[in-house]
C-alpha cells in the first residue's frame, strides 16, 4: 500500500512570508503527527490530530498551525517565517493512537532565507 | 520537564565491533520504540517493546527495555556499513505525544 506522501518535498522562503504543507496519510490512518527535525533539535513534536481534532500540541509558537480533514489528509502553516523555522518537517501516521508505530513520509525540506 | 534521553550521540564504529546506545526516561514508559533514519532518509520504524525486561532480537539487532520502563538500549553486533545512520528511541510522554531521544549517529569505518 502507499506511504505517507508530503508535498511539497523542497521549498524555499524568505523571512515574514507564510508556508503550507501538506500530508496524506496511509489509507486507513486515522491520527497524523507532525514534527520538526533541526541537527541541534532533533525530532520535536509538533501537534497530532485525529478525526479532524488536534489532541495534542507541542511548544512551539502560535505561528505554528494545523488542521485535519475528514479524509484524514493533513496540512501545517507557518506564518511570519523566521531564519529558525529552517528545518526538515515531518508527517507521520497511524491507524489510531499517535503513540504507536508511526510510519513517516520523506518529509518537506523548508528553508527560510 | 518529562522527556527521553539517548547517548552517546554520536558513535563511530569499526566494522565488525560493536556497540550500544542507550536511552531513558525520566518517567515509566508504556512502551519504548526504535527508529533508524538512514542519511538523507526519514525515520523507520525498527520495534516496540512493551514489557518490563523484555529482550527482542532482530538479526545482529538486540533492544531491552529496563525492568523499571524507565530504560532501554539496542545493541548491534558485528557492525557493517548498512547499520551508517541514527537511531532514535521515543517513548510516549502523554496519550497522544511521543517523545523521541536526540539520537545516536552511527559511522562505520571499513
Known amino acids: 500500500k502507499a506511504g505517507v506522501t508530503q508535498t511539497p518535498r523542497y521549498l524555499i522562503k524568505t523571512r515574514g512570508q507564510q508556508v503550507t504543507l501538506s500530508c496524506s496519510p496511509i489509507?486507513?490512518?486515522?491520527?497524523v503527527s507532525w514534527y520538526q527535525q533541526t541537527p541541534g533539535q532533533g525530532l520535536q513534536f509538533l501537534f497530532e490530530?485525529?478525526?479532524?481534532?488536534?489532541?495534542n500540541k507541542g511548544n512551539f509558537p502560535g505561528r505554528f498551525s494545523g488542521r485535519q480533514f475528514s479524509n484524514s489528509r493533513s496540512e501545517m502553516n507557518v506564518s511570519t517565517l523566521e531564519l529558525g523555522d529552517s528545518a526538515l518537517y515531518l508527517c507521520a501516521s497511524s491507524w489510531d493512537r499517535s503513540t504507536g508505530e508511526l510510519f513517516f513520509g520523506e518529509g518537506s525540506r523548508l528553508t527560510v532565507l | 520537564g518529562q522527556q527521553v534521553m539517548q547517548i552517546p550521540q554520536y558513535q563511530h564504529v569499526q566494522e565488525g565491533e560493536d556497540f550500544t546506545t542507550y536511552c531513558n526516561s525520566s518517567?515509566?514508559?508504556?512502551?519504548i520504540q526504535w527508529y533508524k533514519q538512514r542519511p538523507g532518509g526519514h525515520p523507520v520504524f525498527l520495534i516496540q517493546?512493551?514489557?518490563?525486561?523484555e529482550v527482542k532480537k532482530q538479526k545482529r539487532l538486540t533492544f531491552q527495555f529496563g525492568e523499571a520502563k524507565k530504560n532501554s538500549s539496542l545493541h548491534i553486533t558485528a557492525t557493517q556499513t548498512t547499520d551508517v545512520g541514527t537511531y532514535f528511541c521515543a517513548g510516549p510522554l502523554d496519550d497522544y505525544k511521543l517523545s523521541f531521544g536526540a539520537g545516536t549517529t552511527v559511522t562505520v569505518r571499513a
Open positions: 490530530y485525529f478525526s479532524e481534532t488536534q489532541r
Open positions: 489509507s486507513g490512518h486515522r491520527s
Open positions: 518517567t515509566t514508559l508504556s512502551n
Open positions: 517493546l512493551v514489557k518490563s525486561g
